[in-house]
């Protein structure tokens, strides 16, 4: 096991490596000029044009300017934002955020996915069932950010239950309504994971015989039925953590919360590059951790599978 | 990674490779097809059964026919001069214009006909893209495995960790045009991935069967394996996969719209109808309500319809 | 996984469900906020939240940006102000300035003045933080203002290179409370322009560690910074306790609030999370007058925009196009339509707030007559390929005044194809300012100081985006700036502005108004239309 990691982790490396050269070939490459961008209207006197552009590098080739960048990364400098911030900095901060966004909206997805999915799949063909597939169904065709502003409206305006936006109210208050949100998709998800797998456990013949020798329904259930049927969902659960992450970027927008994804975006409009390849590199690490853990804790739940020769 | 044979879940990816399993856990437990039996004829017919399916299809063909023909549809269901004249601005839905008007006074009911084009051709292009290419590399990877594999799996990997949104950002500010062709070509670029994968599985898999050697004993050269024994055998499940992401791909366009960086004018599109509606929903929800409702009901149809198509395929879920 | 069950309630219907919570959230919202509780008691303390968008700096010289200069109305006190009634200029840290010839200035500041860390206010204050602007490679932002200053040419070398000295010849610091300024040629207009932010002193702090200075700004207003500025998330002020000048604050701090998205920041201002909001979105006026009734207010704003033609292209060389494009174009109907009926129609290059403002100035050109249009865009022979319309991804509202210009184009002109150009501004910038655009632009302006000249001289003067030039124009802002009265100066830039019109090399669009909300806990909201917006040291608080 211990080699099998080692070899995951260093297989990591040059992918980390492609992704922030992709990433900073599509950020620099294009034409544009950022610093007359953030001027607006207004023209550049020349001379704080030329400083602005050394400043920030933005007149290397861009392989000149890859290699600065990860000379600078060796040694724990991500570069700095336009406003003259460090990139690290700032990331610090958001990372936060966005953590907390998708952990709220990971563990909704976990608890209400499962909880759905167990009951639609004890009420298969009955109303609950049905209403579960049918409300699963609809959000998934739902746009996150439709569902956003709907939740806005009704939770936060008329209702008043939430905070409409903003992360000032902090964990759990401001997290709630946008972790559900963002958590949407994935509990229809995981729902239609757990209904699914679940009938076909029930199947199995050693639940059958299990019924047969006059256990309760419930305890053939829980003792028997969902620790094999959750690996599945166990399996999807792992890798959505990463796309959580990567995924709030319409959700941090509708909801005003000062997280990586929103960073990221305004960032691509602006074409502060050191912040998007920083981001987007974060971000993929944190799907190839997230891959590394769901490959191992896969086969420890299903001995089956070994990963080692 | 190493997996005993009879593991039912993810499908096995026996081999040199660093370790790809496959992401899309939607999929059910595979069954391949046994040999010399065509997996469709009974599925299909099963398909037909089904009155969602039929809902599900009535609903497309209507999106399609007013996609391929707007405007016969506008004529029929509007009073639309093809004018935009401000003063009607928001105005909400009445007898001759069952939608209303559109924040720049246009008939809204014509608007969201011509905006069902972009979603459709978009979803359908990608999807067809994407399917391709997935074809293609996971083939290629599966078939011949070692450093086109690992070189191949590599890609995936870099492009699979891509968040969509970022990606799909960066991509598109480089085509200043963002047409419906640069759109595409966005989408395909971050939509091939777990495709790509699951045809991988598949070839690997089929690759050690017996009637594969059979064919290649006989001298069947690589081509003619690839085209002829394997890819008809490996592409049901890549294609069940494509067809549940069709909807994925049309609310990607409408968020990419949404997010001001997708199509531009003078396209017509439901992202960019609801982009426009956003700042108004308090006060005229039409504006925002009828190209949700369509947006919605099409994305819907295309997730039902993979959906039985899936289960078609895989009976023992019903 | 689904299997069909999931199905047997048609598509239609779930569909239908999604329109039923749709309309329902929406009903939901409709109804009145809460009762007006009477007049604000007019008791000094308390602490107000206000909506903000991000700023780029805090440092005076380092920043145009309308949301930092908000900040920085309660941090510093600049040598002028402008009167909030009519935007002329009147002394604030400095008690006096003089000329003769308009291009010597002599300043005198007030005694006594302290930087909240103790620090004195000299006048050598002054000079450093305008030195400090004006020297090209610290690259900071508002250099460009210090342009007039006699030695800004020396400190900005037109090729980059590294300037011989980091001074401008032109000020000099006669003694602690004596500056004296030289300008490169007379300029009337310059104490307006020392209303303007970055025109405040620094303290030494501010060059011993600017970074640390920009997240925590020392200054010498009414209101000085609580702990430091926290990116994305907020800005809080506290009453500065040494301040001796004329605006001391009423309450006790001022917490900022620091939003992405302004329709956002408007719903935590009805949720009563934020007290005052300066720049509601048009689109939600009709909401926000509703909802806020007396605590809702428009007033016209120095901002304008413009459609702007690119000269250089051949197809837009004749001035009848040009007339042709504005006459197709409903100014009232989109200002109705897209902005609620918030924005002005423009009928001049000025807005109308400013002094110097002629009503109707631009004439028929800049009315809506589609079919006069038709006929002078026949008479000028029509116009071959696609016309293209360059404007910013930046705001949603860019887009839909673009669409209801390019459907009136194509309806009103019968021009087939036209389409967009939207881009970031980073892409926008090199192509508009390169001359590189091949269709109308979308141009704005920020008003720096309620002047005609203001408009005319940073819209068309040299190097201008749409490559207009006419010696006659030049040389009516030169007079216009040499005018010993602010009515002869006010003569010479009508003439100016009127060369412009008959031109049009820039088409005047509408002029922007703020609107701005605040909840009845706030009292004395007093929102002046140039540089200072809210004055934050006037705000009552109930508390």
């Not at chain 3, 510093?76 to 909030?84: I, R």
């Not at chain 3, 040419?153 to 300037?163: I, Q, S, T």
């Not at chain 3, 807005?351 to 028929?364: S, V």
């Amino acid at each position: 096991m211990g080699r099998y990691i080692a070899r995951r982790l260093l297989y990591a490396v040059p992918v980390l490596l492609a992704t922030t050269f992709l990433i900073h070939a599509m950020v620099f490459v294009l034409p544009g000029d950022p610093i007359q961008g953030l001027a607006g209207d207004r023209p550049v006197p020349a001379a704080v044009l030329a400083e602005l552009h050394r400043r920030y590098h933005l007149d290397d080739p861009l392989v000149v300017q890859y290699a600065k960048y990860l000379g600078g990364l060796l040694t724990g400098d991500l570069g700095r934002t336009f406003t003259g911030e460090p990139v690290a900095d700032t990331l610090a901060g958001r990372w936060q955020v966005t953590l907390r966004l998708g952990l709220t909206a990971w563990f909704l997805e976990t608890v209400l996915g499962v909880a759905l999915g167990v009951w639609a799949a004890l009420r298969k063909g009955r109303w609950a069932d049905n209403a579960v597939l049918a409300g699963t169904t609809l959000v998934i065709a739902v746009p996150v950010y439709i569902v956003g502003y709907l939740a806005q409206l009704l939770f936060g305006v008329k209702l008043g239950w939430f905070p409409v936006a903003g992360a000032e109210d902090g964990w759990p208050t401001a997290y709630l309504l946008p972790g559900l949100v963002l958590a949407s998709f994935g509990v229809a998800y995981v729902a239609r994971l757990t209904r699914a797998s679940l009938l076909e456990n029930l199947r199995a013949d050693y639940v059958r015989t299990a019924g047969a020798k006059g256990l309760p329904r419930w305890r053939v259930v829980v003792r028997h039925t969902l620790r094999n049927s959750l690996i599945p969902v166990v399996t999807f659960l792992g890798i959505e953590l990463g796309s959580l992450m990567a995924g709030a970027v319409v959700t941090e927008y509708v909801f005003n919360l000062p997280g990586v994804g929103q960073q990221v975006f305004q960032a691509i409009q602006l074409r502060e590059g050191p912040t998007v390849v920083g981001i987007t590199t974060a971000l993929v690490l944190v799907y190839c951790l997230a891959n590394l853990v769901v490959d191992v804790l896969y086969g420890l739940l299903d001995p089956r599978i070994r990963h080692d020769q | 990674m190493t997996s005993s044979p009879q593991a039912p879940a993810p499908p096995p990816a026996p081999a040199p490779a660093p370790p790809a399993p496959v992401r899309d856990l939607s999929l059910p437990p595979k069954r391949r097809p046994r040999r010399g039996e065509s997996p469709s004829a009974g599925a299909w017919r099963d398909l037909r059964r089904r009155p969602l399916v039929l809902a599900c299809t009535g609903v497309l063909l209507v999106m399609a026919l007013m996609a391929a023909l707007p405007e016969p549809f506008v004529a029929l269901l509007t009073d639309d001069s093809g004018r935009c004249e401000l003063a009607d601005s928001r105005v909400g839905p009445n007898l001759h214009h069952p939608f209303g008007f559109d924040l720049q006074g246009c008939d809204y009911l014509g608007q969201v006909v011509r905006g069902s084009r972009p979603s459709l051709v978009i979803g359908l292009a990608v999807t067809a893209g994407a399917l391709l290419l997935s074809l293609l590399l996971g083939m290629l990877a599966g078939f011949f495995g070692g450093w086109v594999d690992t070189l191949l799996s590599g890609l995936t990997d870099v492009f699979f960790g891509l968040p969509f949104v970022l990606g799909a950002t960066v991509v598109l500010v480089a085509f200043p045009d963002h047409g419906l062709g640069a759109m595409t070509l966005v989408l395909v670029a971050l939509g091939w991935t777990t495709m790509t994968r699951v045809m991988r599985a598949q070839v690997i898999g089929l690759k050690q069967a017996d009637y594969v050697q059979a064919a290649r004993s006989t001298g069947a050269g690589p081509l003619r394996l690839m085209t002829r024994h394997l890819l008809p055998n490996a592409v049901t499940p890549v294609v069940v996969v494509a067809m549940l992401n069709v909807g994925n791909v049309i609310s990607g366009e409408a968020t990419l719209d949404f997010l001001g960086v997708g199509l531009q004018y003078p396209a017509v599109s439901w992202g960019l109808q609801l982009n426009a509606a956003q700042a108004y929903v308090l006060d005229f929800p039409h504006l925002l309500a009828f190209p949700a409702l369509f947006l919605s009901a099409t994305v819907l149809s295309f997730i039902l319809l993979g959906d039985a198509v899936r289960d078609a395929y895989d009976p023992k879920l019903r | 996984m689904l299997t069909a069950r999931a199905g047997r309630l048609p598509a239609a219907l779930l569909a239908l469900a999604l329109l039923a919570v749709a309309g329902s959230a929406a009903a939901g919202c409709v109804r009145r906020s809460d009762e007006d509780p009477g007049p604000v008691p007019d008791v000094p303390g308390g602490t107000f939240t206000v909506a903000l968008t991000e700023p780029d700096h805090l440092t005076p010289g380092r920043t145009t940006s309308s949301y930092s200069l908000q900040v920085l109305e309660g941090l510093f006190d600049t040598p002028l102000a402008l009167d909030p009634a009519d935007g002329h200029a009147v002394p604030l840290a400095a008690e006096s300035i003089s000329t003769d010839d308009q291009r010597v200035w002599t300043l005198h500041f007030r005694p006594g003045a302290r930087f909240h860390n103790g620090e004195p206010v000299t006048a050598a204050s002054y000079a450093d933080a305008w030195n400090a602007a004006a020297y090209g490679p610290n690259g900071w932002e508002a250099n460009g203002y210090f342009s007039q200053i006699d030695g800004y040419a020396a400190l900005n070398p037109a090729d980059g290179a590294k300037p011989p000295t980091d001074r401008l010849s032109g000020l000099e610091v006669v003694d602690d409370s004596t500056l004296k300024v030289t300008l490169g040629a007379p300029f009337s207009q310059f104490p307006m322009l020392l209303a303007f932010p970055a025109f405040a002193p620094l303290p030494k702090a501010a060059f011993a560690d600017p970074a640390g200075y920009d997240l925590h700004p020392v200054g010498n207003g009414p209101f000085a910074m609580d702990g430091d500025w926290r990116h994305q998330q907020r800005i809080d002020l506290r009453r500065a306790g040494g301040y001796t000048g004329p605006r001391p604050a009423t309450a006790d701090g001022v917490h900022f609030r620091i939003f992405t998205s302004k329709d956002t920041a408007f719903t935590e201002l009805r949720a009563g999370h934020v007290d005052f909001m300066a720049s509601v979105p048009p689109s939600r006026a009709y909401e926000a007058k509703r909802t806020f009734g007396k605590r809702y207010s428009v007033r016209p704003s120095g901002t304008m925009d413009y459609l702007g033609l690119p000269l250089w292209d051949t197809r837009y060389a004749k001035p009848e196009l040009r007339q042709a494009i504005s006459m197709a174009i409903d100014r009232r109907g989109i200002t109705r339509a897209i902005f609620n009926e918030v924005f002005a129609p423009a009928d001049s290059l000025v807005a109308g707030m400013i002094p110097g403002h002629r009503a109707g100035a631009c004439g028929e050109t800049c009315e809506y007559r589609p079919e006069r249009a038709k006929e002078l865009f026949d008479r000028a022979g029509g116009f071959t390929g696609t016309l293209e319309l360059y404007f910013a991804n930046s705001d949603p509202t860019y887009e839909q005044w673009m669409t209801a210009v390019a459907n009136e184009l194509k309806q009103n002109l019968g021009i087939r194809a036209i389409a967009f150009r939207k881009m970031s501004g980073a892409d926008l910038g090199p192509i508009l300012n390169g001359h590189k655009a091949t269709g109308p632009y979308r141009q704005n302006w920020v008003v720096d100081y309620p002047s005609v000249q203001n408009y005319l001289a940073g819209l068309l003067g040299p190097n201008n985006r749409s490559g207009w030039s006419d010696p006659a124009f030049d040389r009516a802002l030169a007079l216009g700036n040499a005018a010993p009265t602010a009515a002869e100066s006010e003569e010479h830039y009508h003439e100016a502005e009127s060369i412009a019109l008959r031109a049009l090399p820039l088409i005047p669009l509408w002029n922007w108004q703020d609107q701005t909300a605040w909840s009845s806990r706030i009292g004395n909201v007093l929102v002046d239309p140039y540089v200072a917006g809210l004055h934050l040291e006037k705000v009552t608080v109930r508390h």
